[in-house]
């Protein structure tokens, strides 16, 4: 395996060994202690810890209601464009897909989180494909400051950036910066990436760090769950998050545990975590980490969403749309058609222009509206937050 232990705390393999060996006794252990290790987190990760899901349920639970009450805070993501240089193929923005794509104007995003505002969300997520041509620092810049007073909570889930790229958008308005890992191996990770400034593992590995040096205090990292063994992919961001919470002590530091949606490409898992694999590994990380926010998306359907809520959950996206413009659909008069990295004009009535929109990242599995999630979420017994604070309070 090329598993990587963010900044080398532990040998993983020696973990995810272990990990497969650990006895009902060693779980057993471990959900009685007050702090843990890496190491018996492991061992909640386990097949072993797999027969004990009541009891790390029922100790994440309590710990969840302790920390952070029972409240969930609604977010929704706002996409910019779907313009990418890279090549993941696992990505349906990934550059030599065949799409549909556009880069959205700085009053199309306007009417977008209006739109988002209107439902009673406050806390937005923008996010957009890496393409310097399409996506400057200055049209990001614009963006934050547009939302700023309107969307009091602005988060970004962007291509890696300098720590003094990070400061003006930090200036302007945006708290958080969203950026997955994707996966920690690095041989699946050079596999996934074949072209393109992603490719280079380490400079996006250390994003948060200079996310936080460069003023955002909400740091958000995760794995993309089936490009490789999921509990080795689990120990790296929980190693990951332990290093952060650490060295970026002023932050918040979120973790989010998708799991990959059919897209453009028709990219199929390499590996697989079940329902229940990922109710076990959410329970663990609440028990590891009890700090941390867990987030939870519309890539997973309504059902187990719900039956996940009381369990560790902190932050959930309702009514999401993964495509620029798909709230209103802005955009559409300036859809052009990629192949390969390049613009190829499409015969009028041509089948590609028959959804009238920019393809999206993935396939949502919750459709919902975001009263109706707001609903469900009460009905459980929990208060949907829409926002954490005024405006008048942070001036």
């Known amino acids: 395996m090329g598993f990587v232990d963010p900044f080398n705390q532990l040998p993983l393999e020696r973990l995810v060994h272990d990990s497969m060996r650990a006895s009902v006794g060693a779980v057993r252990r471990c959900l009685n202690r007050a702090s843990l290790e890496l190491a018996d987190f492991a061992h909640l990760i386990s097949p072993a810890g797999a027969s004990h899901l009541e009891a790390l349920a029922g100790r994440s639970r309590s710990i969840t209601q302790r920390r952070f009450g029972k409240t969930i805070r609604l977010f929704a993501p706002l996409y910019l464009s ?16 065949a799409i549909l794509r556009v880069t959205l104007s700085l009053e199309e995003v306007r009417r977008e989180a209006a739109a988002l505002a209107a439902q009673g969300f406050r806390n937005v997520l923008l996010v957009a494909g890496e393409h310097p041509k399409f996506i400057s620092n200055g049209y990001l810049q614009e963006c934050v400051a547009a939302l700023h007073e309107s969307v009091p909570s ?67 990292i995760g794995a993309l769950f089936g490009l490789s063994d999921w509990r080795a992919e689990a120990l790296a961001l929980a190693a990951h998050a332990q290093w952060l919470l650490r060295h970026c002590w002023k932050a918040q530091v979120t973790l989010s545990l998708p799991r990959l949606r059919p897209c453009a490409g028709s990219f199929e898992p390499r590996e697989t975590l079940s329902d229940r694999e990922l109710t076990q590994l959410i329970c663990a990380l609440r028990i ?54 390049r613009i190829v004009e499409l015969a009028e009535g041509s089948s590609e222009w028959a959804t009238d929109s920019a393809t999206q990242q993935f396939e949502i599995a ?13 009905a459980l017994g929990y208060e949907p937050v829409w926002k954490d604070w005024d405006t008048a309070l942070t001036v």
Request: aromatic share 8%; glycine share 12%; proline share 5%.
């Open 288 to 341: 590891f980490l009890p700090d941390v926010g867990l987030v939870l998306s519309t890539r997973e359907p309504a059902a187990l969403r719900d039956g996940l809520i009381p369990l560790g959950i902190t932050m959930m996206s309702a009514g999401s749309h993964t495509e620029p413009g798909g709230y209103t659909g802005a955009g559409r008069e300036n859809l052009h058609h990629t192949e390969r990295g």
């Open 82 to 97: 779907n313009e990418c240089i890279n090549n993941c193929s696992y990505c349906g923005f990934s550059r030599d897909n």
């Open 366 to 378: 919750d459709e919902r509206t975001p009263q109706a999630v707001a609903e469900q979420i009460s």
């Open 154 to 220: 602005l988060s970004l889930e962007l291509g890696p950036m300098e720590e003094e790229e990070y400061r003006p958008l930090a200036a302007a308005g945006a708290e958080g910066l969203v950026v997955y890992q994707e996966t920690y191996d690095r041989a699946a990770y050079a596999e996934f990436h074949t072209s393109g400034p992603k490719r280079d593992f380490d400079w996006r590995l250390a994003t948060a760090e200079r996310a936080y040096a460069g003023g955002f205090r909400r740091l958000g």
